[in-house]
């Protein structure tokens, strides 16, 4: 195997815990929501990422794209890997709003900028999803992006510590803000 596709496999299966972990946490919150906010244009962008096309080589949707839904089915998104980091990004007010603490909706926010951290600046300032041309992808320092996945997947193993424990250790917190300064009023300790 080569090296980057040693690290789209690492990546893909990082992705798959991540996206267990959110579904896991805000699933019931998603299940009776009337605001789908899946949005088609991220679909699209899909389809224009190389690097989001060797994950769908490595992990294959069930279904394929549709022109009018994207890849959105009936139960939800049949990505299994390959979503553009921003669909995990997006925390709306009904799940904000759920979180008991200021340190807990810190730790949703973290988590869901996990997989955006990873392919940050992989190639002259661009992120790895918006590489589309195969000379480019060739080109990206893979020893930054696999530093970046282990920052990621260091920060996911601390948040899933906290939510066994309800607090973090000095250690983890350092971890957590590796990917998002912590606004000052947060408290370490508050959980
Ligand atoms: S993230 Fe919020 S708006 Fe989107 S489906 Fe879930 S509950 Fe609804
Ligand atoms: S989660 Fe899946 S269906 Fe929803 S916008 Fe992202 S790629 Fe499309």
């Avoid at 997006?90 to 900028?113: D, K």
């Amino acid at each position: 195997m080569n090296p980057l596709d040693r690290i789209v496999m690492l990546y893909a299966d990082f992705e798959t815990r991540v996206q267990k972990s959110i579904s896991n946490l805000f699933g019931s919150n998603c299940c009776t929501c009337g605001g789908v906010c899946c949005n088609i244009d991220y679909c699209r962008e899909t389809r224009e990422s190389l690097f989001l096309a060797k994950l769908r080589e490595a992990y294959q949707p069930a279904l394929s794209y549709s022109d009018e839904t994207g890849w959105l089915s009936e139960t939800g998104c049949v990505l299994t890997a390959g979503r553009p980091p921003v669909c995990y990004e997006y925390l709306c007010g009904e799940i904000l709003s759920a979180q008991p603490t200021r340190t807990h909706r810190f730790t949703i926010n973290v988590l869901s900028q996990l997989i955006s951290h990873v392919g940050k600046r992989a190639y002259r300032g661009k992120h790895i999803v918006e590489i589309c041309e195969a000379g480019e992808l060739q080109r990206i320092k893979l020893s930054t992006l696999e530093r970046r996945l282990g920052e990621s997947k260091a920060a996911f193993q601390a948040i899933e510590t906290f939510y066994a424990n309800t607090f973090f250790s000095a250690t983890d917190w350092d971890k957590l803000t590796k990917i998002v300064l912590a606004p000052k009023e947060v408290n370490l300790r508050e959980g």
